[in-house]
């Protein structure tokens, strides 16, 4: 199955599984995913990556995170910088999410990162998504 946006439809699959309460959600395997999946990780949204052999594919198995094992922990995502329309934002502009409670997913030249990352390390690059 050709899929035009793979970004978009990982954050789409994570959304669907935690608005359904699900507790993992598969998603097939690319490096960037993997990248996106372990900042999301490291940032408290979901609770465990792990990469696995699904017959001759790689895929992706998330854990979802709960707050008291009823609301999920991620209550929104939002794919920002499109296949059709893609979204830049220099160092000094790089925006910030519900005024710095969730998180900006940003590609720069020295990989993806969080928008605060970038920030640190004066990169600017390409808006992936929206975590809150």
Do not use: C
Not at 123 to 128: D, Q
Request: hydrophobic share 40%; aromatic share 4%.
């Amino acid at each position: 199955m050709n899929i035009s946006d793979p970004i978009a439809d990982m954050l789409t699959r994570v959304r669907n599984a935690s608005r359904a309460r699900h507790t993992d959600v598969v998603v097939p395997a690319s490096r960037t995913k993997r990248e996106i999946a372990s900042i999301l990780k490291d940032e408290g949204f979901i609770a465990d990556v792990r990469e696995e052999q699904d017959g001759p594919t790689l895929v992706l198995h998330l854990t979802l995170k709960y707050v008291d094992g009823k609301v999920p922990v991620v209550s929104g995502l939002k794919r920002i910088s499109k296949p059709g329309l893609r979204v830049y934002a220099r160092k000094t502009d790089i925006p910030r999410v519900l005024g710095g409670l969730g998180i900006v997913i940003v590609s720069t030249s020295q990989g993806i990162m969080t928008g605060a990352q970038a920030r640190k390390a004066e990169l600017g690059g390409e808006v992936l998504a929206f975590v809150w």
